[in-house]
């Protein structure tokens, strides 16, 4: 697979190539190319004529965005990449896919392996279409309400760092991420009503675990799930929070220390309790009244945007849970969310049906 600053690059040439203009009739010369769509032919329909908004990474995929609601996902398997078609050139073995626009320009996949993806999927299907990326955090109609909160002053900041950020590194697009996972969750707290769901625990930590596996890793990463938990409520948001805790214990290391972090899921009677614990360089006494603050930071520029733990604890709340820490300079961190658990026989459907959030959020 490619690696991911790689894949940005190929994000950014795809986003080059293609944002604004419209499709033609794809040519899919891939047998199990397109097999998520069921069959070539509705792949090809459902990309004809659609114009391309913008262009995504998403974990291992590039996604376009279509003016139709529909999202292009393409994952280039182990050996694929994508190339701008230049003028009568023959496309190379291996060539699975070439997209041509209305305006003139083709792209083309090439997979020598055979395992590269591509589908159709509508982006408010996410979830039932494509679970996975779902559980990476493109969420229905995310990207949207990404952007307009994007837009907002209060965040046009963030924004800045962002772009700076990108040019750094790889930790840069981490941060990015981490930055649009957090605008996620503002964004997602505007809507109101959405219903709760039974969500596992279990899976959340997975998912982020997931997410920051690179930086885990060289954090030596415990994760532990004692018991599998359910709780009512958000699971996007559920993801956040832990991401933010994560993130945070892993940049909380010290030069030249090895930095211990683990995650841990445990049950305490009626409460599932989240433990991210860090062996990093602690948080002194003054920082300690202002951590839950929104845009308090004491990392540099283009680090933090200061909003990860004031989201955490909002969305904690909204759930009726609570938050904790506790630290010691020099020896680490660690922070408990405690969440009320929902036994799965006491019949998820409806109660996700007669509770809405407003009353609970805080
Ligand atoms: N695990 C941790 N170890 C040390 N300091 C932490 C930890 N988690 C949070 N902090 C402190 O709290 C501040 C606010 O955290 P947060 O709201 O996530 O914003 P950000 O990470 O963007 O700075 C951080 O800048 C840092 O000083
Ligand atoms: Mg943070």
Redesign the pocket.
């Known amino acids: 697979m490619a690696e991911l600053p790689e894949l940005e690059t190929l994000r950014r040439e795809l986003e080059k190539e293609s944002v604004g203009k419209r499709f033609k009739v794809p040519e899919v010369t891939g047998a199990k190319l397109t097999k998520r769509n069921g069959n070539k032919k509705v792949f090809q329909q459902r990309l004809e004529g659609a114009k391309v908004k913008s262009v995504d990474r998403r974990g291992p995929y590039l996604v376009g965005n279509l003016d139709n609601g529909e999202l292009l996902l393409l994952h280039l398997g182990e050996k694929g990449y994508l190339e701008k078609v230049a003028p009568r050139s023959t496309a190379p073995k291996g060539t699975v896919l070439t997209l041509a626009f209305t305006q003139g320009g083709q792209i083309r996949l090439v997979d020598p392996g055979g395992t590269a993806q591509a589908f159709v999927a509508a982006s408010d299907n996410l979830a039932e279409e494509a679970p996975e990326l779902a559980a990476i955090g493109l969420e229905a109609g995310s990207a949207e309400r990404v952007s307009s909160v994007l837009q907002r002053a209060e965040v046009a900041f963030a924004r800045r760092e962002a772009v700076a950020a990108i040019s750094e590194s790889l930790q840069g697009m981490e941060r990015i991420r981490q930055i649009v996972a957090s605008l996620r969750s503002v964004a997602r707290r505007d809507q109101a009503g959405e219903p709760v769901q039974a969500v596992a625990l279990a899976e959340v930590i997975e998912s982020v675990v997931r997410t920051a596996a690179h930086d885990l890793k060289s954090a030596s990463a415990r994760v532990e799930i004692r018991e599998p938990c359910l709780v009512l409520g958000h699971r996007g948001e559920l993801v956040d929070v832990v991401l933010?805790l994560v993130v945070?214990?892993i940049?909380?290391r010290e030069e030249h220390r090895p930095n211990q972090v683990s995650v841990e899921l445990r049950r305490d009677g009626q409460t599932a309790v989240i433990r991210v614990a860090?062996t990093?360089?602690?948080?002194s006494a003054s920082?300690m009244k202002r951590?839950f603050e929104p845009f308090?930071?004491?990392?540099g520029p283009g680090e933090?945007?200061?909003?990860?733990?004031?989201l955490a604890r909002n969305i904690v709340l909204a759930h009726g849970g609570s938050i904790d820490v506790q630290t010691e300079a020099g020896a680490g961190?660690t922070f408990t969310v405690r969440l009320p658990i929902q036994e799965p026989e006491a019949g998820v459907t409806s109660v996700a049906r007669g509770t809405s959030r407003s009353g609970k959020a805080g």
């Open positions: 933010n945070n214990a940049q909380a860090d990093g360089k602690g948080i920082h951590l308090f930071t004491t990392k933090g945007t200061g909003l990860g733990l004031s961190t």
